[in-house]
């Protein structure tokens, strides 16, 4: 069962988006909901403000949509009112200067069939209801499928020890680290613009070589043979009726005609990516039917867990990281698959 919550949640994001910005009749306070837009200067190193304000920056005053340091300062404040904030953490302070040069009215579509009707194919307000349950009852399955795929592949590694070629498990190890790198250097890079610093001084050092990646490295070309040895040992091939389906579904998530969907498929990396998956995919449907799961009771409080229900919740733990792991990793595949590929012609 779907938490009403959780469909109240989405609604209201979807009714955000709806949300149009009006110039108030007359001048007013402002309050949470508002729009505004903030001229703001940094402080120099003698304590003066800087002369050149940095662009404009604009917040709906709601939690999610503006500073939490501008949250609580924001209401009560008028067009043109001057006003210092702090941003950063208590170890790293930045003083701005901001004054407020624009204030709008927002105004938020009321929930109804008319706004579902807005936000996609839906007569009523209860069709929309009815879709976010399902999309997120689908949500649900997908994890739970993929956690099951992980212990299912894991539990095949075991039986069926093999070495990977070391010069396809480097080139995906430093694919990886490269990524990883990549991400270290993009919030070192978010740090100085928030700081006003470099930031680089602490964490400048790329990591050793971290033995968790190249664990996970290693699944990723494991997998990879193992999956392919199975899909040739039983002739599971990817059809043209696969990738149909999977433009459809494409489509059906984006909104753009399939037409266009093929097209870009055609002149890209997305088709091996895809065929890869769908492969994976019907690997692992095949395998399935020829596992025992067993189903483990779900631990209720105040109870003491058996020690064979304590094992299996520490291994479902266990492989949920891995799966997590292996998610973040998955649209790295693409380089070691080719690699692969070359190898196994």
Request: charged share 40%; net charge negative.
């Amino acid at each position: 069962d779907v938490d009403e919550s959780i469909i109240d949640n989405e609604i209201e994001r979807m009714q955000a988006t709806l949300a149009t910005f009006k110039e108030l009749e007359k001048p007013r306070k402002i309050k949470d909901g508002d729009s505004v837009k903030l001229e703001m200067r940094k402080q120099n190193e003698d304590k003066t403000w800087s002369e050149t304000p940095m662009p404009d920056q604009e917040f709906v005053v709601k939690e999610g949509l503006c500073p939490k340091e501008l949250l609580p300062v924001l209401p009560g404040k008028n067009l043109n009112d001057e006003f210092e904030v702090e941003f950063g953490t208590s170890e790293n302070k930045m003083p701005f200067l901001c004054k407020v040069v624009d204030h709008k009215d927002r105004i938020l579509p009321a929930i109804d069939d008319e706004m579902a009707k807005d936000v996609g194919d839906f007569e009523t307000l209860a069709d929309l209801r009815a879709d976010i349950s399902k999309k997120y009852v689908e949500y649900i399955e997908k994890g739970q499928k993929g956690n099951l795929q992980t212990q299912l592949f894991e539990a095949l590694y075991e039986k069926n020890p093999r070495e990977v070629p070391p010069s396809i498990l480097a080139k995906q190890f430093e694919s990886m680290q490269a990524q990883h790198d990549e991400a270290v250097d993009r919030v070192n890079k978010q740090l100085e613009k928030k700081n006003g610093k470099d930031s680089s001084d602490d964490n400048d050092k790329k990591p050793a070589k971290n033995e968790e990646l190249e664990k996970s490295a290693r699944n990723i070309v494991y997998s990879y043979f193992l999956i392919r040895g199975v899909a040739k040992k039983e002739n599971i091939k990817v059809t043209e009726e696969d990738m149909e389906k999977h433009y459809q579904d494409v489509s059906a998530a984006t909104g753009l005609p399939v037409a266009r969907i093929k097209a870009e498929y055609a002149n890209s990396d997305y088709r091996y990516e895809a065929e890869s998956q769908i492969l994976d995919d019907k690997v692992f449907d095949f395998l399935l039917k020829k596992v025992k799961i067993k189903e483990i009771e779900p631990k209720k409080k105040g109870t003491e867990e058996s020690t064979e229900k304590k094992s299996a919740t520490t291994k479902k733990s266990a492989t949920t990281k891995k799966s997590t792991t292996k998610k973040s990793t998955a649209t790295k595949k693409s380089a070691a698959k080719k690699s692969t590929e070359k190898t196994e012609e």
